[in-house]
């Protein structure tokens, strides 16, 4: 059974020195179906097939609001995002990349294609070929406060 390690996935982590105003963190979660129900755990490997929810977990140790963030999560090959799941409790402005990040824009990402026979048409760009996800919140962090930002993967 081939099983892609997760853990090699947090390099991509940033946790700041301990002075630093943010901190952050990346959780990586098992999403499964039990009786009926849906159950998530901690995990740090998965296979073709399995669902796993990133958790992005961002937390302001300073006494003042920090502003200008870009929270971005990524989209790891061999695996394909899940549409409508990147979730947060806060107002941000939500973009998507299809180019490993040189652009982000909003949804639905469009394309123009042109046919064999010359016509030319815009096509909806699947979410499964989005390579990163982007979400700027609208007010900053204040201080004390954690942020999460969510989302989903299907491993391919």
């Known amino acids: ?41 901690v995990t740090d490997e998965a296979s073709p097939g399995d669902v796993v929810e990133y958790r992005l977990i961002y937390t302001n140790n300073a006494e003042q609001p920090l502003s200008g963030l870009e929270i971005t999560g990524p989209i790891p090959a061999n695996t394909a995002y899940l549409k409508d799941s990147a979730s947060t409790d806060v107002s941000t402005e939500f973009t998507v ?36 996800l982007r979400w700027v919140p609208e007010n900053g962090i204040q201080p004390g406060q954690v942020l999460e930002y969510r989302y989903r993967v299907k491993v391919q």
């Open 1 to 41: 059974m081939n099983r892609i390690i997760l853990g090699a996935l947090l390099f991509w982590t940033t946790t700041l020195w301990a002075e630093s105003p943010l901190s952050s963190k990346m959780e990586t979660y098992l999403v499964a179906e039990k009786n009926g129900q849906e159950v998530v755990t």
């Open 97 to 132: 990349s299809i180019d490993d990040g040189s652009s982000f824009e909003a949804e639905p990402v469009t394309r123009t294609i042109t046919g064999p026979d010359g016509q030319t048409q815009n096509v909806i760009v699947p979410p499964s070929d989005y390579t990163q």
